[in-house]
């Protein structure tokens, strides 16, 4: 069994930043992990995706506003999101594969308002 907790959002005003991170209970290091998020009444979908040798992958509504990066040494994963507009309003959730299983975080709301 894998645990993987999600810390770091609340509420923030559009234009601001916050910072989301991820701590695995087990090591990462050869892990692609990545951050997904799901809105109200929308599936979920692909934010980022960071691989164990650090190439990333964004989806199309990043824009260069989000930044993925990780840390073997403490098995945490970061996002960093700037710029953030009412429209990424959602439940964030972290996650990973071990050994052929997907693992999830049990998210962290972000909501993105004036």
């Known amino acids: 069994q894998v645990q993987l907790v999600e810390s770091g959002g609340g509420l923030v005003q559009p234009g601001g930043p916050l910072r989301l991170s991820c701590a695995a209970s087990?090591?990462?290091?050869?892990?692609?992990m990545g951050w997904y998020r799901q809105a109200p009444g929308k599936q979920r979908e692909l934010v980022a995706t960071?691989?164990?040798?650090?190439?990333?992958n964004y989806a199309g509504f990043v824009k260069g506003r989000f930044a993925i990066s990780r840390d073997n040494a403490k098995n945490t994963v970061l996002l960093r999101m700037n710029s953030l507009k009412p429209e990424d309003t959602a439940v964030y959730y972290c996650?990973?594969?071990?050994?052929?299983?997907?693992?999830w975080g049990q998210g962290t709301q972000v909501a993105v308002s004036s």
């Open positions: 087990r090591s990462i290091s050869i892990n692609t």
């Open positions: 996650n990973g594969q071990w050994s052929g299983y997907n693992y």
């Open positions: 960071i691989t164990s040798g650090g190439s990333t």
